[in-house]
């Protein structure tokens, strides 16, 4: 799985961006999919993933409520997005894919949530967030 993120971008706090990744290969429907971020100086971080057939999502504590995470597996596309933007959003984002069936009938209900667990990475798209 090959994948393509954009949509980052400069706004003010309060602003919204959407991010999307798009992605190659017949094998996005059997992948879960995610949104990383990394700032200067921290580790990677899990913002949101939506599972194999969307039946689970997962939010990291700090963006629950302004960000949503969907997929169309029509177009193979993953969006982050992402509304009342902070300061401390400011980041690169990272979208992502794992094999990990989390959160689909039978499996885990935990989201993979470090970076050692996923397999696939597109490259980063810088999201800066202005006070």
């Known amino acids: 799985v090959q994948l393509q993120a954009s949509g980052g971008g400069l706004v003010q706090a309060g602003g919204s961006l959407n991010l999307s990744c798009a992605a190659s290969?017949?094998?996005?429907?059997?992948?879960?999919v995610g949104w990383f971020r990394q700032s200067p100086g921290k580790g990677r971080e899990l913002v949101a993933t939506?599972?194999?057939?969307?039946?689970?999502?997962y939010y990291t504590d700090s963006v629950e409520g302004r960000f949503t995470i969907s997929r169309d597996n029509a177009r193979n596309t993953v969006y982050l997005q992402m509304n009342s933007l902070k300061p401390e959003d400011t980041a690169v984002y990272y979208c992502?894919?794992?094999?990990?069936?989390?959160?689909?009938?039978?499996?885990?209900?935990?989201?993979?949530?470090?970076?050692?667990?996923?397999?696939?990475w597109g490259q980063g798209t810088q999201v800066t967030v202005s006070s």
């Open positions: 290969g017949r094998a996005f429907r059997h992948v879960a």
């Open positions: 992502s894919a794992t094999h990990n069936t989390w959160g689909e009938a039978g499996t885990t209900p935990t989201a993979p949530a470090f970076p050692k667990d996923w397999d696939y």
């Open positions: 939506i599972s194999v057939l969307g039946t689970s999502i």
